[in-house]
């Protein structure tokens, strides 16, 4: 069952992380610890964990931002969408878009938007079925 995180689940996010991307540098255990203290404590930011077998193997993490379209309501962003390989074939990533997409819909976001490595096509198939559409809009991505 989904639900928003909390401080106790920091080592396990971070190793959902180290599963996404095993280059990143590694956020010390004080610097994570204030990072999820800051995403909880903000209304702008969850993280959603689901747990399988007494572990946490899936997450992803939505932003709201504020908007001055659509007569002033926000939009969503999906980022970070992980689940174990072990725990895969579970509807644990399923569980928690759909966890994520409902808290969007509940804070009026007008629209979610969700990137995704072009040739991801498995992970494709999960957002389409949890209503994500890949032909309506194109993304682009800018990075330092």
């Not at 928003?4 to 004080?30: C, F, H, M, T």
């Not at 995403?39 to 993280?47: H, K, L, T």
Request: with cysteine; charged share 20%; proline share 6%.
């Amino acid at each position: 069952m989904p639900r928003l995180a909390e401080l106790k689940d920091k080592d396990g996010i971070l190793q959902l992380y180290r599963a996404l991307r095993p280059n990143d540098p590694e956020l010390g255990s004080e610097a994570s610890e204030k990072a999820l203290s800051e995403i909880i404590n903000s209304p702008n930011a969850d993280i959603i964990v689901a747990e399988h077998n007494g572990k946490l193997s899936s997450t992803c993490m939505l932003g709201t931002v504020p908007s001055m379209a659509m007569a002033g309501r926000p939009f969503g962003v999906i980022e970070h969408v992980i689940t174990l390989p072990e725990a895969r074939g579970n509807g644990l990533g399923k569980a928690v878009l759909t966890f994520a997409l409902n808290q969007a819909w509940d804070m009026g976001c007008y629209k979610v938007l969700l990137l995704s490595g072009a040739q991801r096509v498995e992970a494709h198939r999960l957002y389409e079925s949890v209503g994500f559409i890949g032909d309506v809009e194109k993304g682009f991505v800018a990075k330092p």
